[in-house]
């Protein structure tokens, strides 16, 4: 049922992007807006995340489990692949990243600093001076939007079920919302396992003896953050100087790395599917 509910998911993702589309949490922050969350002791702000986050989730659960018969199964079906639906998102990335290539492709190096500021989250305070630094952090860039908008929801999903797919996202909102210093704890949790099992996976689809003993570096490693094992994993390889910089084929880096993603994302798929048949998950 996973492999069907995925599967259907990401075939009406692909059919129904949408430019400029951003999913709202709006109504979770009026949820949170009457908390003075920031003013509790911990274990009271531990109480409101189980309340907002944890128990939705887990009633969720309980519903797609308890589900029999025809009709009910139909409706835990829709119900699944509607809410993935929205937990994914229908944000067109691919325009956006082609957006920024024409730029790069037209040496608008200011134009395409804008785009990936804008689109690709290259946070302004990252002091991208020259066209090879610019390329390094939308690369990095790129990975992560991958992982944080696809590969941690579907491990999660896998995992836990919708239930499980739902408190990912909750508790990233939760997170943004109340920014206390446990959550970027609870953030790493969460994060720590699907970038590992990414990164050993962009290791399977790319250049494997450059980055498997990467991936190896970083296997147990419980300090280095989810950023750091993903990139120096996927880029292991990746040790290109200013001087030997050529502009002109670093937009076909660019979307190399966006297919190898596209890659990860098949193996992924064919994973599921293979467990789907033989261990009836």
Same mark, same amino acid.
């Given at each position: ?17 949408? =430019? ?20 509790? @002791? ?5 109480? %409101? ?12 659960? %309980?519903?797609?489990?308890? =589900? ?10 829709? *119900? ?57 952090? %939308?690369?990095?860039? !790129? ?10 929801? *579907?491990?999660?999903?896998?995992? =836990? ?67 750091? %094992?993903?990139?120096?994993? @996927? ?45 009836? !998950?």
């Amino acid at each position: 049922m996973k492999f069907i509910v995925l599967l259907m998911t990401v075939l009406l993702q692909k059919q129904t992007k949408k =430019a400029g589309y951003q999913r709202k949490r709006l109504w979770f922050s009026r949820l949170l807006q009457p908390i003075p969350v920031s003013n509790m @002791a911990t274990h009271y702000q531990v109480m %409101v995340y189980g309340l907002l986050v944890l128990l939705p989730s887990l009633l969720l659960s %309980v519903f797609i489990q308890q =589900a029999h018969g025809l009709l009910g199964n139909f409706l835990a079906f829709v *119900v699944q692949v509607l809410l993935f639906l929205y937990i994914l998102g229908r944000d067109d990335f691919s325009q956006r990243f082609s957006n920024y290539q024409q730029s790069w492709c037209r040496e608008d190096y200011q134009g395409a600093y804008e785009c990936a500021q804008q689109f690709l989250d290259v946070e302004q305070k990252e002091k991208t001076h020259t066209p090879q630094e610019l390329h390094r952090n %939308v690369k990095h860039a !790129i990975l992560w939007a991958w992982f944080t908008r696809f590969f941690i929801f *579907v491990f999660w999903f896998l995992v =836990a079920g919708i239930g499980g797919a739902l408190a990912c996202l909750l508790t990233y909102w939760f997170q943004k919302e109340t920014k206390l210093s446990w959550t970027n704890h609870l953030i790493g949790a969460v994060e720590w396992l699907p970038a590992r099992l990414l990164a050993l996976t962009t290791a399977l689809g790319g250049n494997f003896n450059a980055s498997f003993s990467a991936f190896m570096k970083y296997a147990l490693d419980f300090q280095a953050d989810s950023k750091q %094992v993903l990139t120096e994993t @996927a880029f292991a390889e990746d040790q290109q100087e200013e001087s030997s910089f050529q502009c002109e084929l670093a937009s076909d880096a660019l979307q190399e790395t966006n297919q190898l993603m596209f890659r990860c994302a098949v193996i992924w798929l064919l994973i599921v599917a293979f467990l789907t048949v033989f261990a009836g !998950i």
